[in-house]
Nanobody
Framework: QVQLVESGGGLVQPGGSLKLSCAASESIFSASRMDWYRQTPGKQRVMVAA???????AYADSVQGRFIISRDNNKNTMYLQMNSLKPEDTAVYYC??????????WGQGTQVTVSS
């Protein structure tokens, strides 16, 4: 069972930046895919960024050009750099790790609030 611990959330003003981290209890080297999702009250969790083992990335239209997903295999950690934050980016952010076996693991979530 892989444990994922997220950090880096908080309160930031519009236009500001935050960097989320997702630390895994085991090696992420063999993970086939890593994603970041977000969820607001009463709505479904939606994917905002994805990173495959080959290095390909994909972003939701709403964050394209502002968010960057990355990974550090040596630290067993994935990241989400969020720039030019907007109030509509306010949500609980979750990391998701998927291995070739199909096993998927979720973090506990970290709150991001964008407000002046």
């Amino acid at each position: 069972q892989v444990q994922l611990v997220e950090s880096g959330g908080g309160l930031v003003q519009p236009g500001g930046s935050l960097k989320l981290s997702c630390a895994a209890s085991e090696s992420i080297f063999s993970a086939s895919r890593m994603d970041w999702y977000r969820q607001t009250p009463g709505k479904q969790r939606v994917m905002v960024a994805a990173l495959t083992s080959s290095g390909s990335t994909a972003y939701a239209d709403s964050v394209q050009g502002r968010f960057i997903i990355s990974r550090d295999n040596n630290k067993n950690t994935m990241y989400l750099q969020m720039n030019s934050l907007k109030p509509e980016d306010t949500a609980v952010y979750y990391c998701n790790l998927i291995y070739p076996t199909g096993r998927s693991y979720w973090g506990q979530g970290t709150q991001v609030t964008v407000s002046s």
